[in-house]
């Protein structure tokens, strides 16, 4: 059981959502306003966050900010976006904040119960950070069947190629060849085209298969640059991928 703090001025949206969650097994808190979603995010040591974006007083963006600067979650924390505001300025600010995913009003329950599922799932295996050494620039997490590779620096720094090949040794793919990979871009600190080059690299030293690559904020300029194969597929979020997996 997990405890998951809603932040949405809208009261209505609170219960409703509040009583989707608790028959999913988890507990709810919630607040209507930014300034008491600051209090119960460092009081109430959520799991997960649900943040709406047009609050009065103070939005969700700036929510966001003030969640950083204090230092109120943990870096693993993970918020989702549950908003109205469907612009994609708005969806690329909020991945820049570093949220997990971002999910537009009215919403599906069975997307978005997929979506808190990922959000926690994944939480939970950072924290496991078991299976395999992690370096600076590269975290390789083995949960469930499914391997994901998350980066850290910058895709053009020598390092990082280094440690993927350090990485990707014979053992390391007969361990996973019947596991889901996955390709985290989230945590780079920028992604600029000629990274287009780096990345088919370590695609390529991952040998043939599907692999899943989330983007996060990067989503865009990864769709502008590339031209993957039908093997490779793109989303914007963790949750976007759990929900591609679990299509019916």
């Known amino acids: 059981m997990y405890q998951i703090l809603i932040i949405d001025d809208d009261m209505n949206m609170l219960k409703v959502l509040s009583k989707q969650i608790e ?35 103070m939005d969700g963006f ?7 600067r204090k230092g109120a979650l943990t870096e693993i924390t993970p918020i989702i976006m549950l908003t109205s505001k469907s612009g994609k300025q708005d969806v690329q600010e909020a991945m820049r904040y570093g949220v997990v995913d971002y999910i537009i009003k009215p919403y599906n329950f069975n997307t978005l119960s997929k979506k808190i599922q ?20 590269l975290s390789v997490i083995r949960e469930g069947g499914v391997t994901i590779m998350a980066f850290r620096s910058a895709l053009d720094n020598p390092a990082v190629l280094e440690d993927t090949k350090n990485t990707v040794t014979v053992t390391f793919l007969k361990l996973t060849k019947n596991d889901i990979r996955v390709i985290d871009l989230r945590a780079l600190p920028s992604f600029k ?4 080059r780096f990345l088919n690299v370590i695609i390529s030293l991952l040998g043939r298969g ?7 904020k990067y989503y865009g300029d990864i769709v502008g640059a590339a031209d993957f194969d039908e093997h490779i597929k793109l989303y914007i979020s963790f949750g976007d991928f759990e929900v591609y997996m679990n299509r019916e």
């Open 23 to 57: 028959t999913m097994g988890h507990t709810c808190i919630t607040a209507q306003t930014g300034k008491h979603g600051l209090e119960l995010a460092q009081s109430g040591n959520p799991d997960l966050i649900f943040l709406d974006i047009m609050m009065p007083g």
């Open 62 to 68: 700036e929510v966001l900010k003030k969640l950083k």
């Open 118 to 137: 990922a959000a926690l799932k994944y939480s939970d295996a950072v924290k496991a950070m078991k299976d395999f050494e992690q370096s600076e620039h």
């Open 193 to 196: 085209e000629k990274d287009i």
């Open 210 to 216: 599907e692999i899943h690559i989330i983007a996060g």
